[in-house]
C-alpha cells in the first residue's frame, strides 16, 4: 500500500542551473509505483517550463537506484486493465525524459534492474559508481521486459541488449559503459562531483544550441537518413540565427572566448 502524502521525488538545486530529482522510497529500492511515476511526471512537467533549469540530474536515495516496477502493487492488481494503464504511464513518464528541454543526467549507484534500468536508458547522459549494476531481470520471473526493451535497444547492440533481455543476467558498470548504456562508471566516492562537473560544462554552453541540439537529436533518429538531414540543415540554420551562436563564430574569428548571456 502506497503511504499517504509521502514526498516520493525530492528536489533539489545544487549548483545555479541545476536541478536534482531524488527517487525517495528507500524500503522499495526506489521501485516505479504508480505514485512514483506520477511524482516523476509531475516533477518534469514543472521543470519543462522552468527557465531557470539546463541540467536535471536523476539520482535516488537509499541502497538502489531503482529496482524497477513495484512487484507487490503489480501482484495486488491482477487485471489487463491496470497492467495496461502501468505500462502506458511508465512509457509516457519514460518518453518525458527524452522531450525535456533540458539534458537529463542519470546518477547511478547499486542496483538499477528492470523498469530501473529502462530510466538509466532514457536519460540523455549516464554516470554510475564502479559497484553499480544492471539487468533486465523480468524473464527470470516469466515477463519479458518489453517495455525496457525500447530504450535498452536504442543504446545498446541489439545482440547485447537481447542477451540481456533472454538471460536477465546482471552486468557491471564496465560493462555497461563499453556497451554504450553508460557513459562513465567511476568511484562512489567521485560520482557527485563527476555528475556536477558534467553539469558545469553543460551549463556553459548557450541554452538555445543545447535545446534545439537535444530535440534535433531524438528526431532525426527515427527518420530515414534523407528526412534526417533536412531536419538537421534547418535546425542548424535556425541555431545560426540566435545570437549565441553569431557571437560565438565572431569570437573564434576573434581568437578569443565567446561571451555569451547568462
Not at 20 to 36: C, G, Q, W, Y
Amino acid at each position: 500500500m502506497e503511504l499517504e502524502n509521502k514526498q516520493w521525488v525530492l528536489v533539489e538545486y545544487p549548483a545555479k542551473g541545476v536541478v536534482r530529482l531524488v527517487l525517495n522510497n528507500e524500503a522499495s529500492f526506489n521501485a516505479l509505483s504508480t505514485a512514483m511515476l506520477s511524482a516523476i511526471e509531475a516533477a518534469l512537467s514543472k521543470l519543462a517550463q522552468d527557465a531557470t533549469c539546463r541540467v536535471v540530474v536523476l539520482s535516488a536515495k537509499g541502497k538502489a537506484f531503482s529496482a524497477g516496477h513495484d512487484l507487490r502493487e503489480m501482484r495486488e492488481n491482477p487485471s489487463h486493465d491496470f497492467y495496461t494503464e502501468l505500462f502506458q504511464h511508465c512509457s509516457r513518464m519514460m518518453l518525458q525524459i527524452q522531450n525535456l528541454p533540458q539534458p537529463v543526467i542519470a546518477q547511478v549507484h547499486g542496483i538499477a534492474t528492470a523498469a530501473g534500468c529502462q530510466l538509466v536508458s532514457m536519460c540523455d547522459l549516464a554516470v554510475a559508481s564502479a559497484s553499480s549494476k544492471f539487468a533486465v531481470s523480468g524473464i527470470n520471473y516469466g515477463l519479458f521486459c518489453a517495455t525496457p526493451s525500447v530504450g535498452l535497444g536504442r543504446n545498446m547492440h541489439r545482440k547485447q541488449a537481447m542477451e540481456m533481455l533472454l538471460t536477465g543476467d546482471f552486468i557491471d558498470a564496465q560493462t555497461a559503459v563499453d556497451r554504450g548504456l553508460i557513459n562513465q562508471c567511476v568511484d562512489a566516492t567521485v560520482l557527485e562531483d563527476t555528475v556536477m562537473a558534467m553539469c558545469q560544462k553543460i551549463t556553459a554552453k548557450p541554452e538555445p544550441a543545447v535545446r534545439m541540439g537535444k530535440a534535433l537529436f531524438y528526431k532525426q533518429l527515427e527518420m530515414g537518413i534523407g528526412a534526417a538531414y533536412q531536419l538537421a540543415g534547418q535546425t542548424m540554420a535556425c541555431n545560426m540565427m540566435d545570437d549565441s551562436a553569431q557571437e560565438g563564430f565572431q569570437a573564434f574569428l576573434e581568437k578569443r572566448k565567446p561571451e555569451w548571456q547568462r
